[in-house]
T-cell receptor, first 116, second 112 residues
Framework: GAGVSQSPSNKVTEKGKDVELRCDPISGHTALYWYRQSLGQGLEFLIYFQGNSAPDKSGLPSDRFSAERTGGSVSTLTIQRTQQEDSAVYLC??????????????FGPGTRLTVL | GENVEQHPSTLSVQEGDSAVIKCTYSDSASNYFPWYKQELGKRPQLIIDIRSNVGEKKDQRIAVTLNKTAKHFSLHITETQPEDSAVYFCAASLFTFNKFYFGSGTKLNVKP
């Protein structure tokens, strides 16, 4: 079956521009996550959706970052007025939550964002 | 909230030797502990996981042990091979939520 997909795979933008990153989770997965990974670094949690609601936005670095999820499926992460420090790989993951608790996260291939 | 610490940050072993990576967590309510492997330029992929009702789990050369009392869990790789070279991340997830807390990663280098 289809895995998690993300688009675009690469995005180069100029400082100050807005960007939108898209994530298509695995069909039926209720939980969706956004992470940021700078070169050679770990996974920085940004935001988590359960269905369409985001119970935890604590990882968003600033008010320039926002995310939404519609129809319990596709999610978009928007970065306004991009800065050079926003350059990183943005990873999306999805998982299926069951009564037993959390389950495996499946990661997408990521979007490499470069802010010039 | 939960805090996951991972050690060591880098680990270099000779091919055929064993490698052990350790993680500690802070919240006793965590009940799911996955390990992810990330090869250079690729996405993280699950290699093994364990739930809090189990003390050990094995899958061929890979094993994970969990000590709930001490709140730590470890990844063991035996008979390491060069293709095991990658960054390994541990994570913990709380029972009532589906949020994952990741460790900072361990870069494993297996020398041929």
């Amino acid at each position: 079956g289809a895995g998690v997909s993300q688009s675009p795979s690469n995005k180069v933008t100029e400082k100050g521009k807005d960007v939108e990153l898209r994530c298509d989770p695995i069909s039926g997965h209720t939980a969706l996550y956004w992470y940021r990974q700078s070169l050679g670094q770990g996974l920085e949690f940004l935001i988590y959706f359960q269905g369409n609601s985001a119970p935890d936005k604590s990882g968003l670095p600033s008010d320039r970052f926002s995310a939404e999820r519609t129809g319990g499926s596709v999610s978009t992460l928007t970065i306004q007025r991009t800065q050079q420090e926003d350059s990183a790989v943005y990873l999306c993951a999805s998982s299926l939550k069951t009564s037993g608790g959390a389950n495996e996260q499946f990661f997408g291939p990521g979007t490499r964002l470069t802010v010039l | 909230g939960e805090n996951v610490e991972q050690h060591p940050s880098t680990l270099s072993v000779q091919e055929g030797d064993s490698a052990v990576i350790k993680c500690t967590y802070s919240d006793s309510a965590s009940n799911y502990f996955p390990w992810y492997k990330q090869e250079l330029g690729k996405r993280p992929q699950l290699i093994i996981d364990i739930r809090s009702n189990v003390g050990e789990k094995k899958d061929q050369r890979i094993a994970v042990t969990l000590n709930k009392t001490a709140k730590h869990f470890s990844l063991h790789i035996t008979e390491t091979q060069p293709e095991d070279s990658a960054v390994y991340f541990c994570a913990a997830s709380l029972f009532t939520f589906n949020k994952f807390y990741f460790g900072s990663g361990t870069k494993l280098n297996v020398k041929p």
